[in-house]
T-cell receptor, first 115, second 111 residues
Framework: DAGVIQSPRHEVTEMGQEVTLRCKPISGHNSLFWYRQTMMRGLELLIYFNNNVPIDDSGMPEDRFSAKMPNASFSTLKIQPSEPRDSAVYFC?????????????FGEGSRLTVL | RKEVEQDPGPFNVPEGATVAFNCTYSNSASQSFFWYRQDCRKEPKLLMSVYSSGNEDGRFTAQLNRASQYISLLIRDSKLSDSATYLCVVPPSGGSYIPTFGRGTSLIVHP
């Protein structure tokens, strides 16, 4: 079975450019999480979707960040305009959450470098 | 107290050693916990679940101390391949489905 699929795996861009990260969760999972990981701050939750609806976006740094989940099999995280401090590894994770927390399955991550 | 706290390490041990590290949590209502393993430049993956009775899987043992609000991970007979970061995860509570990840403990096993 395919796991969580993220693209691109690596992105190098210049400050001010728009960046779009993509995620395909595991089929049948109804929860999707976007995380950002840096050495300084560890793993930070950016936004959480349940049944395609954003439930908690309190971790989104600022208005430059936006996330969408138009259907159960696709989500995007967009940064516009990008800044060097956005350089990090962005992970997408999915799970099946019914009555209790279940295991999170992570994608391989998108490593973003903003010059 | 922070929601989840871990000693970042690194724990530097020789092959064959036994090593243990703890994770403290603040939410006394939490029922089950998880240890994730993250290899360098890879994604986190579930290592073990931890329930009140503890859990053992080969060389790995996870325990829960509810009174003191910490969970532990014990690794016996360390292998070079055990070198990784171990993340403690506390499940959500109060109707939320958002788990809390610790910053992780780095383990380096050397020859």
């Amino acid at each position: 079975d395919a796991g969580v699929i993220q693209s691109p795996r690596h992105e190098v861009t210049e400050m001010g450019q728009e960046v779009t990260l993509r995620c395909k969760p595991i089929s049948g999972h109804n929860s999707l999480f976007w995380y950002r990981q840096t050495m300084m701050r560890g793993l930070e939750l950016l936004i959480y979707f349940n049944n395609n609806v954003p439930i908690d976006d309190s971790g989104m740094p600022e208005d430059r960040f936006s996330a969408k989940m138009p259907n159960a099999s696709f989500s995007t995280l967009k940064i516009q305009p990008s800044e060097p401090r956005d350089s990090a590894v962005y992970f997408c994770a999915s799970s099946f959450s019914a009555t209790a927390f279940q295991e999170l399955f992570f994608g391989e991550g998108s490593r973003l470098t903003v010059l | 107290r922070k929601e989840v706290e871990q000693d970042p390490g690194p724990f530097n041990v020789p092959e064959g050693a036994t090593v243990a590290f703890n994770c403290t949590y603040s939410n006394s209502a939490s029922q089950s916990f998880f240890w994730y393993r993250q290899d360098c430049r890879k994604e986190p993956k579930l290592l073990m679940s931890v329930y009140s009775s503890g859990n053992e899987d080969g060389r790995f043992t996870a325990q829960l101390n509810r009174a003191s609000q910490y969970i532990s991970l014990l690794i016996r007979d360390s292998k070079l391949s055990d070198s990784a970061t171990y993340l403690c995860v506390v499940p959500p509570s109060g109707g939320s489905y958002i788990p809390t990840f610790g910053r992780g403990t780095s383990l380096i096993v050397h020859p």
